[in-house]
């Protein structure tokens, strides 16, 4: 079985990782998880954060000379801000005079967690329900993209739009509409978006918003490739591999949609114009002749490309701040308060996705391929697969 777990605080020491379930004997380079860390601390629009953190993992159990050991992995990733809020975050006692947070912001985890944990300072929900979390995210991310690329399969990401501004008309959900060069295209791209126009105009639509002290939301996709027939099941509800995906891109900070290949697009017409005509090609073979569904029927994956669509939220922290309530007082407030933030995170909420589609597939190879050792599952997984002709 495969998990993971995640701790530490925003402004903490660092970010904790423990990953189980991975088969001994799988070939890992740091240098990978690096990039991917790096990848989602980058993008238009991010906050003076950026410009503090280097993230880098460090493994603290089961690698040994670049190979897992098939025990727990533990990772961590260092604060670098740490310096300048060990008082504040201190877990020993300290004198009364720190600073205590009270006043909300809407749209936070602020209000629903001081209520729920009973918290009279806020910056007791804020440290964990803060963003920096993701990159534990990343970083588990990064160890499932090595192990899925013993299967052919990849991931990538990009943003289809900011605010009011993006593709007005979708491409194809077919292999053939994403070419190797829209993704070093996407790479190139401060909004790791392909198009360069619409680049421009959505670094101008963030322009707009910052100066009005106001944030963006958008939409971003998620595409993997190489995904085999027979990930997930529909025998349980929660083993549906889309219900899986939907969990995880749903738990990424300040996602609030998603669909699955054409989504939404699907309840405007007809069963006749939605479903995937299935062909058997000579060599044993087989395709869709579209791919709507986005990889996934009856939860299980088909073999064509899986493809999400995530919706991003404007981040709930503004320059120029909403009303709201102080939690001390109870009164009503002309103004939240401000917290260093970034102003537009849908470039780096990608490669977040891309962490969650790669752990969400992890599992499920490894549900249905398992092994101990990677020698294991490969072989698992050719018997599987000579099986589908």
């Not at 088969?23 to 240098?31: D, H, I, Q, R």
């Not at 749209?107 to 979390?133: C, L, P, Q």
């Not at 891109?249 to 300040?254: K, L, N, T």
């Amino acid at each position: 079985m495969f998990r993971f777990l995640t701790a530490g605080e925003s402004h903490g020491p660092c970010l904790t990782m423990i990953v189980e379930g991975l088969p001994a004997g799988l070939a890992l380079e740091k240098s990978i998880i690096d990039a991917d860390l790096r990848r989602r601390q980058g993008g238009y629009g991010r906050g003076g954060r950026m410009k503090i953190e280097k993230d880098a993992v460090r493994f603290l159990s089961g690698v040994r000379h670049g190979r897992t050991l098939g025990s727990p992995i533990t990772m961590q990733v260092e604060n670098l801000d740490w310096v300048n809020w060990e008082e504040r975050m201190n877990p020993a006692p300290v004198d009364a005079s720190i600073e205590t947070v009270t006043r909300i912001r809407p749209g936070h985890a602020d209000f629903t967690g001081a209520i729920k944990y009973g918290h009279s300072d806020v910056r007791n929900v804020i440290e964990r329900s803060s963003s920096r979390e993701t990159a534990s995210r990343v970083a588990v991310g990064g160890l499932c993209r090595q192990f899925l690329a013993q299967f052919g399969i990849i991931i990538h990401s990009h943003v289809l739009s900011v605010v009011d501004v993006g593709y007005e008309t979708l491409h194809s959900l077919n292999r053939e509409a994403y070419p190797d060069a829209m993704w070093e295209a996407v790479e190139a791209s401060p909004m790791r978006c392909a198009d360069a126009t619409l680049t421009e105009k959505m670094i101008a639509r963030i322009l707009e918003a910052k100066g009005n002290g106001d944030t963006c939301g958008g939409v971003f996709e998620v595409v993997a490739f190489g995904v085999p027939i027979g990930l997930g099941s529909f025998s349980q509800w929660d083993r549906r591999l889309s219900a899986r995906l939907g969990i995880a891109m749903m738990s990424i900070p300040s996602v609030k949609a998603m669909e699955i290949g054409a989504g939404f697009e699907t309840t405007r017409t007809t069963g006749s114009h939605v479903h995937d005509v299935l062909r058997h090609a000579e060599d044993g073979s087989w395709f869709h002749l579209s791919n709507n569904a986005g990889g996934i029927e009856g939860g299980i994956s088909n073999g064509e490309l899986i493809v999400v669509r995530v919706g991003v939220k404007p981040i709930p922290t503004l320059a120029h701040p909403l009303p709201s309530v102080d939690l001390a007082t109870g009164e009503n407030i002309d103004q939240s308060r401000y917290e260093r933030s970034d102003v537009c995170v849908v470039p780096a909420a990608g490669v977040v996705g891309e962490a969650m589609m790669a752990i969400v597939l992890a599992e499920a190879v490894i549900e249905k391929f398992g092994g101990d050792s990677m020698e294991e599952v490969m072989r698992h997984y050719r018997t599987g697969q000579n099986g589908l002709g």
